[in-house]
């Protein structure tokens, strides 16, 4: 290594040990979205934050080595107009981090809380985290996605960071979520 007083040079030739943190990026979605057009394309899964310029749950990354895994965490508060709403996370255009094949069983990385039978359930918004580990077989750069939307029904509607009521009174919430990616060194 060599120092400055501005900063400090590591050499190329040197390595962490395993389990290191090589880097982290990280999004956060800070508004609401809408999932859905209450006819055809409800069960069309887009990018939680898509339009909003640099909140948008899609994350670019290229490993530093050969052999390193992708740690990821996402907390999204979601809720919706119907039960089956679901988050799913990507490896540019691969489904990973996704449930067991069983049957016709749709394979997600969690589920939606929401149960429109339940008195008032469409006042509450439901706290979906989960994580996964993830290891490329290259170091190239690829992109990490998270994606909502329904399973089952097209003309369902699911809310980011919202409610389905949208009543503007105190008990009624707007949420906060977040998407993290750490490289570990191995």
């Known amino acids: 290594t060599t120092g400055t007083s501005s900063g400090l040079t590591l050499g190329s030739a040197v390595t962490f040990p395993a389990g290191h943190i ?10 609401v979205q809408t999932i859905g057009n209450g006819s055809s394309t409800g069960t069309t899964f887009v990018n ?33 107009s119907q039960r089956y709403s679901g988050i799913k996370v990507f490896y540019d255009s691969t489904q990973i981090a996704l449930g067991d094949a069983a ?10 809380l929401r149960n429109d039978n339940v008195t008032n359930d469409h006042f509450i918004m439901h706290n979906s985290s989960f994580s996964f580990n993830y290891s490329p077989s ?19 509607y699911t809310y980011i960071n919202r ?7 105190t008990y009624n919430h707007r949420g906060y979520s977040h998407f993290t990616l750490m490289e570990i060194a191995q």
């Open 103 to 112: 049957g016709s069983s749709s394979r997600v990385t969690v589920s939606a």
């Open 22 to 31: 090589i880097q982290v990026k990280f999004v956060e979605f800070t508004g």
């Open 138 to 156: 290259d170091t190239s750069s690829h992109t990490y996605k998270v994606q909502g939307g329904n399973t089952h029904s097209a003309d369902g």
């Open 48 to 80: 939680i934050g898509s339009g909003v310029s640099g909140q948008e749950f899609s994350i670019d990354m290229s490993l530093s080595a050969s052999g390193n895994k992708v740690i990821g965490f996402g907390n999204v508060n979601i809720s919706s």
């Open 163 to 169: 409610t389905e009521n949208t009543d503007n009174s």
